[in-house]
C-alpha cells in the first residue's frame, strides 16, 4: 500500500471517529435537556454497521460514564441502555466484560457535593439509572 492510499485510509478513519465522537457528544451534553430520541437511535446503528465501529462507540461512552459531571454519566448510563436493547447483540456482550460491569456498579454508589437548587436529585438519577 502506498503513502498515499494509507494517509486517506487514516484521514477517512479519523473522520468517521470524528463523526461517532460528535454524536457521542450531542448525547452526553451537560445540559438539563434530555438527549433527543434520534440521537439515540444513531449511536445504535453504528453497532450495526462494523465491530470497530461499535466497540469505539463503547470506548467513548465508557469515557463518558468515567467522567464526575452527573448529567453527563446520567445521560451516558441512559445511551448504554438504549444501544444494548437496540444495538447489535455484541455490543451488548461487551459490555458484560469486568472493566465494563465495574465502571456501570461504580455508578451505584456515586455521590457528590449537592447542589444549591437539585441536592442529591442528581445523583440519585445516576444511582437509580445504574
Not at 37 to 63: C, D, F, I, N, P
Not at 119 to 124: I, P
Request: glycine share 6%; aromatic share 8%; net charge neutral.
Amino acid at each position: 500500500m502506498t503513502t498515499f492510499v494509507k494517509d486517506q485510509v487514516s484521514s477517512l478513519w479519523n473522520s468517521h471517529l470524528t463523526e461517532i465522537g460528535r454524536w457521542v457528544e450531542k448525547a452526553t451534553q451537560d445540559t438539563e435537556s434530555p438527549t433527543p430520541g434520534y440521537v439515540h437511535h444513531e449511536l445504535a446503528k453504528y453497532t450495526h454497521q462494523s465491530l470497530e465501529e461499535s466497540r469505539m462507540l463503547e470506548a467513548l461512552l465508557m469515557k463518558k460514564l468515567e467522567t464526575n459531571a452527573p448529567r453527563v454519566k446520567l445521560k451516558a448510563l441512559k445511551c448504554v441502555k438504549f444501544v444494548v436493547e437496540k444495538g447489535h447483540p455484541s455490543f451488548g456482550t461487551d459490555f458484560k466484560t469486568p472493566g465494563r460491569i465495574e465502571a456501570i456498579q461504580n455508578c451505584l454508589q456515586y455521590h457528590g457535593p449537592p447542589d444549591p437548587i437539585l441536592g442529591d436529585s442528581l445523583y440519585r438519577s445516576v444511582r437509580d439509572e445504574a
